[in-house]
């Protein structure tokens, strides 16, 4: 169900403060340590620096709604909390994952009853807006445009595949980056030591920070719960050790969706960086996603592809190689067969590169639909019966091993085409 919790704006600013308050004192760390204005908000400068985007909006009345994009822990919650704290809104907030359209409907209905009976516009927060179809979406679209809510959405999935079009384009999309290491161990160091965390329990000096900071993939919420992990195996008063820190690292976990936008987006950097023959990054975002668990098959599939598409006739045996591959992986399986598709990887983006029949193909298809398809020229048909050779079938004919000259004087393309190229230099003939 969703959370309607308010009836007014000084009752709905009341109940999110008890809220907050409660969550300071018995909360986990990440929770007591939200931010509780502007100036405490780690990382966002794009967005929060002065006379930056969200800056000036606190400044204002918040008008248009707006979608929040980003991964989890960069303060897209946090952002949606500190607009209702400061705004005259009613606040309502709304989950994607727990609730159904008969819910937004029944939001909707009371948010345009208010605003009728006080004149007061409702501030709708919606986490994980992307888990609502777009159909369901829809149902926000006839208050959004009567002005009896703002909408702000959060959304960690791209916008442009997952939110209906036109509420995208009655809504600012604002794009959340990964806090930086740096704003992490600046988080870390303030939870350390603020009254609302750990209020100098313990200590850790700034390499440890900045291994937590590094283990949570610019996350803050993951830094803080790893911290309070930590904090939880050090005595008061002690300094945060090399064994302890191993102990609540343990192994890291990569955030991945592998039907997400990030599966894409990696897939897209290993390709890119195989064509760019730069054999480092390639080795990088293949064992980020071998790590992150993507599906090996998919990686032997996007090797072979590349092997044909980037490498071509410029080293023929690539494709061997890739396929060669692609076979030792289903042999071996974990974790032997990883290290083939590896060195797949790596030999690709060392090989020379060619896209000449890619392109070829490419114009060669382009050819084939929009042209007549013209019979195949006589010479160029076999006679397999005598009707079809007395019709011409294979007549004038020239055999290139026998009569080298074939090669140049015999046309092979349609007579339309008889001067279309597709590639610069023609191929060396065959050696006998």
């Known amino acids: 169900m969703s959370a309607n919790l308010f009836d007014g704006p000084d009752e709905g600013r009341s109940e999110l403060a008890s809220l907050a308050e409660r969550a300071r004192h018995d909360g986990p760390l990440a929770e007591r340590m939200r931010p509780r204005s502007l100036g405490e908000v780690a990382g966002q400068v794009h967005l929060l620096g002065p006379d930056k985007l969200l800056a000036r909006l606190f400044e204002g009345e918040l008008r248009q709604s707006l979608i929040l994009w980003g991964p989890p822990g960069v303060g897209k919650t946090t952002l949606a909390r500190l607009f209702a704290t400061r705004s005259m809104l ?14 937004v409907r029944e939001v909707m209905a009371e948010a345009a009853a208010t605003r009728r009976r006080s004149g007061v516009r409702t501030l709708l927060f919606v986490d994980e807006i992307h888990r609502f179809n777009k159909a369901q979406q829809d ?7 009567a002005g009896d809510i703002v909408l702000i959405g959060a959304t960690t999935e791209n916008p442009s595949f997952e939110l209906n079009g036109a509420l995208l384009s009655r809504s600012r999309v604002l794009i959340l980056q990964p806090l930086a290491p740096e704003e992490l161990v600046a988080l870390l160091e303030r939870a350390l030591t603020d009254e609302r965390g750990l209020g100098g329990r313990i200590r850790a000096n700034r390499d440890a920070l900045l291994r937590i900071a590094h283990a949570s993939d610019g996350d803050a919420r993951r830094a803080l719960n790893l911290l309070e992990t ?25 955030a991945y969706d592998k039907s997400g936008e990030e599966h894409y987006n990696l897939i897209s950097a290993l390709h890119k960086s195989i064509r760019n023959s730069d054999d480092n990054a390639a080795l990088y975002w293949i064992t980020r996603m071998l790590e992150a668990g993507e599906d090996r098959d998919f990686l032997a599939r996007r090797l072979i592809r590349i092997a044909v598409e980037d490498i071509g006739l410029a080293d023929v045996f690539a494709l061997r190689i890739a396929l060669d591959g692609a076979d030792a992986w289903q042999r071996l399986g974990t974790p032997e067969g990883e290290l083939a598709l590896v060195q797949v990887a790596v030999y690709l983006a060392r090989a020379k590169k060619s896209n000449a029949v890619y392109v070829a193909y490419d114009q060669a298809r382009e050819d084939v639909q929009r042209t007549a398809a013209e019979p195949v020229p006589l010479h160029l048909r076999n006679a397999s019966t005598r009707l079809m050779k007395e019709a011409g079938y294979g007549a004038g004919y020239r055999y290139a091993h026998d009569d080298p000259a074939a090669r140049d004087e015999m046309k092979c393309l349609p007579p339309s085409m008889a001067e279309r190229r597709y590639f610069k230099k023609p191929p060396p003939p065959a050696s006998p």
Request: charged fraction near 25%.
């Open 139 to 145: 149902a926000f679209l006839p208050f959004v445009e």
């Open 230 to 254: 930590v904090a939880t195996l050090v005595r008061d008063g002690e300094e945060l050790d090399e064994s302890t820190l191993v102990q609540a690292l343990q192994r890291k976990q990569l």
């Open 90 to 103: 009613r606040f309502v907030p709304f989950s994607a994952v727990l609730s159904g359209i008969k819910e």
